[in-house]
């Protein structure tokens, strides 16, 4: 018979409801016999003891709140009950003793990748255009719209301009508005023959448009030159063109210091115009678009090669979360990070806002005290950074994460830092430095999204695994985002967004081993483009640069 209920961790005085219980119901566990005296929604949690006013809230074996009031056994957990609390961390003894899991049916398996001069290897070939400051916008759309027409790229969005021209059309036929409402409008891509593209080695052209480059800090100004520099020396990269206006803080100059800090042997084309000194747009949109038409000539001229898995690095992400994500889908990706490290991959855990209340384990997992010391120095500096502002990091979980269960950050905490397995910690960065390190990394980053998962692919992550509760449609520009759901419901009602359904270990059809092994067997198809991330597919192109101020 399938558990209605799972208690994590033996020390945990809080349990997960798997499915709905109801008021009055006795549910029996491992841990007990429980005598339900509230509703408790699947995802959420009810008390396992009479817990007083003040008394630890313990889930996943940490700390994770405190009872506001008096909660009884068999009463459900909520904020009105419970309020967020994480335990106090300092540098301690190292850990990083781990059970290194069976890679045999891996270890002579390869990926179909793009080799690039610097030894790396992507598992995609695209040219970006960027603009250093947010001036060039409007050039960058404009070259954007000649180059997806006049390549031949697949516009994702043009089935809705043809639905558009359909509904134009029954207007002017005279079709009355309720008719309109109840036809079904035409699905199909109009643009469906624009697939035979003039550069079929190329998967694209990318454009970073943003809202920096002028206006802020120094330090602005230098991170955001160091993230695009981090997209420009991407494995996924075959080359770029930068438009600059002249004057910014961002200067051209200051973008191509941090190009050579990232690759000192950088051999990419790189073309750079400077709209001031060129003088008119048009000439400097001529020089800009046939200067990168050559570039896409050279940048045609590379084809997938097999790479060892070792080459891989995969940025570990969530979003939309619920409360089975620390019990699904973030265990199974972590299942599939431990793989990848024992085959000698790279790992990047970020969002530093949902690692609250597990600083103490990261930190001892950490390789060494400096790596420990560099953890604790950034989470601390961030921590104070929020409550300076009056928005500490215990403001994190969104309205849709507490509605589905995880009503304080060290419950969301404790279980998105599931996604990073058991390994060691072999290295921590701060925004926006790059991963240059076999192993788990800790980035740190906002937990939003966008922004984490935009300094991750610019941190050197090829492939992006996404695990989400609620559904979310992030995607990125130059790094496919898979999409892992946490529960079935969720895969079957946004199938079109998701691409792996983890809810099997909820239902226990499957194991958190036997997901994780899955995970990776998708990761190996997608490296090699045998398969496409739903993202991508649709266009989600998602690109937000961290401006280094507080953004939980």
Known sequence: MKSRTLKINSTDN?????????????????????????????????????????????????????????????????????????????????????????????????????????????????????????????????????????????????????????????????????????????????????????????????????????????????????????????????????????????????????????????????????????????ELMKRAIKQTFTGLIEANAYKRKPAPLSKLCIGLECGGSDGFSGISANPALGYTSDLLVALGSSVILSEFPELCGVEQELSDRCIDEHVAQKFMTLMTAYHERAKAVGSGFDSNPSAGNIRDGLITDAIKSAGAAKKAGTSPVIDVLDYPEQVSKPGLTLLCTPGSDIESTTAEVGAGATLVFFTTGLGTPTGNPIAPVVKISTNTTLYKKMNDIIDIDAGTIITGEETIKQVGERILDYIIEIASGQLKAKAEVLGHNDFIPWKRGISL
């Open 14 to 282: 809080i349990e997960v409801a798997l499915s709905d219980l109801k008021v009055g119901e006795s549910v029996s566990t491992d841990s007990g016999t429980y005598n339900l005296i509230t509703d408790v929604q699947a995802k959420h949690k009810f008390a396992t003891v009479d817990l007083q006013e003040g008394d630890d809230v313990i889930m996943y074996g940490v700390l994770v709140g405190k009872a506001t009031k008096t909660i009884k056994k068999g009463e459900v957990i909520a904020t009105g009950n419970v309020s967020h609390a994480a335990n106090n961390y300092k540098l301690k003894e190292r850990k990083t003793s781990w059970e290194v899991p069976e890679t045999s049916s891996w270890n002579d398996k390869t990926f179909m990748g793009y080799h690039r001069e610097n030894g790396t290897v992507g598992v995609a070939n695209y040219w970006l255009i960027i603009p250093l400051v947010f001036c060039e916008n409007k050039n960058v759309q404009v070259i954007q719209d000649a180059f997806m027409k006049g390549l031949g790229y697949h516009d994702n969005d043009s089935s809705y301009y043809s639905q558009v021209q359909q509904l134009v059309k029954m207007h002017r036929a005279g079709i009355s508005k309720e008719d309109i409402l109840s036809i079904d409008l035409d699905m199909t891509n109009a643009d469906a023959e624009a697939e035979n593209r003039v550069f079929p080695n190329i998967d694209g052209v990318k454009f970073l448009t943003h809202s920096l480059g002028c206006g802020g800090t120094k330090d602005d100004a230098i991170n955001l030159c160091g993230l695009l520099a981090g997209y420009i020396t991407h494995p996924n990269v075959a080359g770029a063109t930068v438009l600059s206006l002249g004057c910014q803080n961002a200067q051209i100059p200051l973008l191509k210091q941090q190009i050579a800090k990232r690759d000192p042997n950088f051999s990419k084309p790189l073309y750079c115009f400077e709209q001031q000194e060129v003088g008119s747009e048009s």
